[in-house]
């Protein structure tokens, strides 16, 4: 199953993209670990339409996560998630590798022996405070609606179908049956009347019907027969992006085409595990100079932190964007967290975060030029009184690019970090996370465009 879903609003209401691999973004996953203020233990994110939650994960249960599983395709598709306790729901995580374990094999055959049409389904693995956590994103099926084709244990019964209500997979409704097949009325007429308009466009005694199942082509002119073993091979093209010398041998496509295996689930696996972003991760990505895959989930995340004072232009470096297209991005970020508009305003007005010297030097200000100094002749105590620290943290802003050794002092802002972060009041916690920030503008926002 595939690594990848978009958002959410209220009661854990979540809008996937249409992008498979999106299903599973950080963006995603942070709709869906909503945590509670009072409680970190726990979430704060209900059942809905979207999303289902799971205690455990075991494939002898296969017949309720089935009947789920069709009633997500049925509806607008979902998400459930296995290791959150059922009320309240607690972040218990999986306690055997089940899930991690499972088959592929297993869920296609077992889906395909009972239910037709095809459903598209996806896995994933998420790490959350050192509990790992089990998704299965059912994407809303093209082919509406999905039938169970033979009765399953208690759960499942053939010929039924099954729908989404509420937080509840239940026998679909007469409205929504109905809807469910004006719907596909409607769509098989836009078909047809495309199929025409391209028949139209290259003539009828040009045209031929392509049978993706048994690989015969039969037309006004005759028929063919393209063996079955080259049916996976064939490469289709959109019109106008033929390469006569670099493109491999190719059939021309007029139109659009989605094609696959009548009646098959497509298999999908589990091609990578995520581990869920917070302030510390940020944070150590930056001092560690980590080299992140997806630096943008970096950004999004800070907007739904605490505090908008996380380094952001090394991740914007990292990802080969803008200021601007920055800006656009974060504009998309479902959050009402005050991060988001703090982390806006810093970009769309450039903010410096450097501080000068005043003519006249007050008691504070003779603290950060000592302790200027100390910083560039490498001799800092590192365990200094907290007053202390934050002449110190105050004086980092000081310094321009030459002066900064991100040798000597990415180490030492880390180990402070570790060690204090949690404690510190709040005030040499904002001179601590502005020191940072201080250093990513510096070294950072230069090669960044506008």
Not at 47 to 56: A, D, N, Q, R, Y
Not at 112 to 137: C, M, Q, R
Not at 300 to 320: M, N, T, W
Request: hydrophobic share 35%; charged share 30%; aromatic share 10%.
């Amino acid at each position: 199953m595939t690594k990848k879903g978009k958002p959410a609003t209220k009661g854990g209401s979540i809008k996937p993209e249409a992008s498979s691999k999106d299903f599973f973004s950080q963006e995603a996953l942070n709709s869906i670990f909503k945590k509670s203020q009072q409680y970190p233990d726990r979430l704060t994110t209900r059942e809905s339409t979207l999303l289902e939650f799971k205690e455990s994960f075991n494939w002898a249960s296969r017949e309720d996560y089935a009947k789920t599983i069709a009633s997500f395709a049925n509806t607008k598709g979902g998400y459930i998630v296995f290791g959150v306790g059922n009320n309240p729901k607690l972040l218990i995580g999986l306690k055997s590798n089940n899930f991690e374990n499972l088959e592929e094999a297993k869920v296609t055959g077992f889906l395909n022996d009972t239910f037709s049409p095809e459903i598209k389904w996806h896995l994933h693995l998420y790490l959350v405070d050192g509990k790992a956590f089990g998704l299965i994103y059912i994407e809303e099926a093209a082919d509406k609606p999905i039938i169970a084709k033979k009765n399953i244990g208690k759960e499942v019964r053939e010929g039924e179908i099954y729908y989404r209500y509420r937080g509840r997979s239940e026998k679909i409704k007469y409205p929504e049956l109905r809807k469910i097949i004006e719907e596909q009325q409607r769509r098989e007429r836009d078909y047809w009347l495309r199929h025409l308009k391209q028949i139209t466009k290259v003539g009828v005694t040009n045209a031929a019907i392509f049978d993706l199942g048994t690989g015969e082509v039969t037309g006004s002119r005759g028929a063919f027969v393209i063996d079955g073993s080259l049916l996976p091979r064939l490469k289709f093209i959109k019109e106008g992006e033929f390469h006569e010398t670099k493109g491999a041998p190719t059939l021309k496509l007029i139109g659009e085409l989605e094609a696959t295996e009548p009646g098959l689930i497509q298999p999908s696996k589990i091609v990578s595990k995520t581990k869920a972003i917070g302030t510390g991760d940020v944070v150590h990505a930056f001092l560690d100079k980590e080299q992140v895959s997806e630096p943008l989930e970096y950004i999004k995340r800070i907007c739904f932190e605490s505090s908008g004072y996380l380094p952001v232009y090394y991740f914007i470096k990292l990802a080969g964007y803008s200021r601007s297209q920055t800006i656009s991005m974060m504009k998309q970020v479902v959050s009402k967290s005050q991060s988001k508009s703090k982390l806006l305003k810093r970009l769309e007005s450039d903010e410096s975060l450097g501080i000068v010297f005043p003519s006249v030097l007050t008691n504070a200000a003779k603290e950060n030029k000592k302790y200027r100094g100390q910083i560039l002749n490498k001799s800092i105590d590192e365990n200094l009184e907290p007053k202390e620290r934050r002449y110190l943290l105050q004086a980092i802003r000081t310094l321009g690019a030459s002066e900064i050794d991100e040798s000597y002092l990415l180490p030492l802002l880390k180990q402070w970090f570790d060690i204090y972060y949690e404690d510190l009041k709040s005030n040499l916690a904002d001179d601590l996370r502005r020191a940072i920030c201080h250093i990513d503008i510096v070294m950072n926002r230069p090669s960044i465009n506008d």
